[in-house]
Every structure is written in structure tokens, then in C-alpha cells.
């Protein structure tokens, strides 16, 4: 799944650091070398990284509840295995993630606190249910393609880990773009029935999907130094402005229309104009205002805190061994 | 006495070279239909099963865990879907039976409940499960022969892993272990039902279609008492058994589940996915 730098509040930490070294060190990015776990960074650096590479790792864990919540109902066996199989990938980018931040000093426990205090963010598009079975469609081809055009200048970001951990998930990722937009063709060239229910996911996806790729340029504070330490290699607007060119004749030829009235070829631009996000929206679902977003965090604290006596259990036992093999 | 029917000479050959040569058999149709019967069973089994691990997507202890189930998930229904095209459709067999005509046993389709009791019910059954699919591997229909071929390797590490859990659960805290047991005990009475043998399957086991299941019933009360053993875990006290799911005499459980699986289907039946 995805992540953007999304809070507009984090005051950049100015510390007094070595000249000399963060000169070598912006060289080193520069230069378009990889930075490894053990090479010294700023600690704005490291402190960025942290914050990006967990959020997309609890974007990935947040973002199985809403494609899970059709799992059950999934409306053939071909489409029950492909979600399945979806489900336990972003499972498994949440690992990578996971493993890709505690290279820089964090843990995985401390993270997940942060997620269930609220502390940390996760991708605003998870806080929007997931109603009919054109849903899930509407994701794979949506916002796992928004993801991919947020990830794939990823694979060249400045931090090694990050950087490998989006090799392995963009191969991935672009699986279930194109697993997504083959369940909207078939809905497109179904029933009456099945046609509404395509157009109309499209109509409640398509600006959350907009507004994955994080605030415009000029009110995004930490973009340009992200730009300059290679964290970011594109903008939120090139990244965006990107993903409506792909995506507009997609849904032509779906022959679905696309909610925006704005929406037309810019021959001058070579790129089309799109209307004005709304983003006191965005704001609010930042802010953890979203339609589910109480939802979400709740089924996320619930099944810690009922796992907890399975996480305690695996624990004990484990030391039990441990001694009997020491014994 | 009305007299026999001349035997002809291609007909003699036929037998000869049959491949249940010389016994006495039911015709061809009755065999079809007990095979689908069969193969019905084994899907039904899978595909509950299946659904039911779904319903923990998102809401498991740790992560490793969720994925875990996932896949045993995902495994379920892939060997659902190849047992169950066997008899036909898959897709309409999944989505446009009703309860009565499902043949899965009790133990898949009980509810989830906490980790534990989901442990023990896979327990028990992968259990169960793999020592089956190993014999079906050697069945002499060939279809059933290549799909059990296939899901052993997949169920051998279901059942590691469940078995994995039943230790770590039943000797790691106090509370884990009161649940593994209660999770065992709940379980217990619908074992039984796994080693039934009606008509059906007696037929299938002679022509060695079916594995008889009463073949490896010592092996199998054998390998749930060492993991027990391992786990610090005492033996449920038998039950009454709980049979009726091979018939389609179900929980109330079963009902409740197919109307959320089944839904679309049902409610768009001209559409297709």
C-alpha cells in the first residue's frame, strides 16, 4: 500500500550537527548513493525515515481490514483466493516495513504503540468503507495505483532498506492493480446492477485516491528538503498529476466517467486538468476524522488486546525451552 | 426364471479388463454419484474451513499470525475448488447449495471463537486431514488421486503449525493453557464424526476411490495424544458424538455462514465476476 508525508505540523528538529559530516553525508545522496543502517545521517534523517517507512508499514496492517472485510464475501471462489492472497501480501510488506525501520533504531513494539495511541498516522484511504464488491475493484485499480506511483521512485530513495523493501512490494503491488481493474472489467461489462456498482465506487474512490499522494506542493513543508536528501525523488503534484494521465483512460475504457467536471486534456501542459481537491477533507481525515476511521483503530486495538494473552503465552513457552535446553 | 443374456466376447474383455475386475458393482451412474458425494465432503470440508479462517483477516494476535492463517486459508480454498470441480461447477456448487446439501463435518464449521479454540479445531482436523490426503494420493480415481497429491504437502504444514500452537498455548501461561484445553474440549465431541463410515463410503473404500478413515484411527488418537503430551495437556473426556454433516444435518452455525458467503451470487444470479 502507500504512504505520503501527510502532517503538515512536524517542526523540523534543528540540532547542532557536524558540519563536515552532513556535508560528506549530502554528498554521499547526492551522488545518488545508497545510505546503509550503519553510515551516520542527520537526525532529521533518521527521524523522517522513521516516521515515513512506519506509516507505510501501518498503512499496509490498517489496509487489510477494509479489502478483509470482503473476504467472506467474495463472489466466486477465483475472486475469494486472489483477495486472500492480496491480503496476506500487504501482510507481508508490513513485515518488510517494519523490519526496514527497526534498521534505524526503532522497534516494532514501540511503532505499534504509536499507532494504537493515535501518535502515528496511516494512509487517510483506509478510512473509507468498503460498501459493495465494486469496492474492492476499485482499490486494487485506485489506490494500488496510486500506491505504485508513489513507490516506484521509491525504489531509488536514499535509505538502502526503504529502497530494497520497495523493490520486493512494487512487484507485488503492480499484481493487484491489475487484479483490481480485471474485477472493474468485469463488472463494466456486466449487468445493469453490476455497472452502477462500478461507477459508483469509482465515484467515492476516486478523490481519496487523489489525495493519497499527500497535500500540494506548496503546502507540503517537508518536501523540499525531502526532495534534496532523496527521500522523495518526485513531488506530491508530478506524483498526482502522474496518476490522473494513467488512470483517465482506464476508465474510458471501462466506460465509466471519472467524478469531475474539470477534467479535460491540457494539449499545451501534455497532461490533463483536473478540478480542485477538497482539502478540508484531506485535513479531516488526517486529523482522524474519516468516515471509519474510529472503526479501524478500534478493530486494530482490539485484536492487540485480545492477542495479548497469545503474544504472552508464545513468550513464556519460549523461555521454558530456552531453559530446558539450557538445563 | 427368465433366462440370462448372452455374454458377448467384447463385453467378457471389458470386464476382464476393468478396473474393479470381476466384482460385483453398482452401475456406472450410482458411481458418479458417489463420487460427487465424496468429493462434495472433502471440498465442503476445505472450503468451511477456509471461510472460517478468513473471518480472523485483520484481527489476529501478531501479524505472523494473520498471515499464517491467511495462507492456510487461501490453501483451503484452492483445494476446495479442485475437489469440488470434480463434481461439476465449483463456483455454483460454493455459491447455490443450501444447507442441506452440504456435506462438510461439524468440527469446520464451528465458530471461530477465541485463538485457542481456533487452534484445536485446526489441530484436530489438519490432523485428521493429512493422514487422509496421504492414502487419497493412491486412490484409484484419478482426479481425487492428483488434488490429494497436491494439498498433503500444503496440510503437512497446516498441521505442524497448528500442532506448533496446541504446545505453545498449553505450555506457556496458566490462562493459555485453560483455553487450549477448553478449546479442545469443545472440539472433542465432533471427532467422531471424522471417522464415520455410512454406505457411501463404504462403497468407495472397496473400489479404493475413498480412504477408510478407520484405517488410521489409532495413528491419529497416537499423534493428538503425543502433541497433548508435549503440550502438558490432558485428554478431553470422551462425548457423546455429534454426527449428521456428511447427511446435511448441520450446527445452526452453517446457515448463518452461507448466507454471508453466498450472497452475491444469490442476489445477482445473472451476473458473473
Redesign the interface.
Known sequence: MYTTEMSKTVKPIEVAEDPALVEAFEARVAADEFIEPKDWMPDAYRKTLVRQISQHAHSEIVGMLPEGNWITRAPSLRRKAILLAKVQDEAGHGLYLYCAAETLGTSREQMIDALHSGKAKYSTIFNYPTLTWADIGAIGWLVDGAAIMNQVPLQRTSYGPYARAMVRVCKEESFHQRQGYEIMIALANGTPEQRRMAQDALNRWWWPSLMMFGPPDDNSPNTERSMRWRIKRETNDELRQKFVDITKPQADYLGLTIPDAALAWNEEKGGHDYGEIDWEEFYAVVRGEGPVARERMEARRKAWDDGAWVRDAAAAHEAKRQAKAAA | MPSLPTIEKDVERHARNAPDGGAFDAPADVHEAAIADYVQRLGDDS?ILG?RL??W???????????SL??I??DL??Q??NF?SIAGD??RL??HRDVLDWKNCWLVEQPNG??ARTMARQFLFSTWQHMLLQRLAESTHEGIAAVAAKAVKEVAYHRELAADWV???G???D??AR?MADGLEWCWRFVPELFEVDETLAGLIERGVAADPRDFADDYRAAIAATLAEANLGQPADQRPILGGRRGHHSEHLGHLLA??Q???RT?P????
Request: with cysteine; glycine share 6%.
Open positions: 472450503l471461510q478468513s473471518e483477516c485483520g484481527h489476529a494476535p501478531v501479524l505472523e499470525v494473520d498471515l491467511a495462507n486459508a487461501l480454498i484452492g476446495a475448488t469440488l465449483a463456483d460454493a455459491f477465541d485463538f504446545v505453545r498455548l505450555d506457556g501461561t490462562e493459555s483455553r454471508i458467503m450472497y452475491l451470487p445477482y445473472q451476473a458473473t465476476w
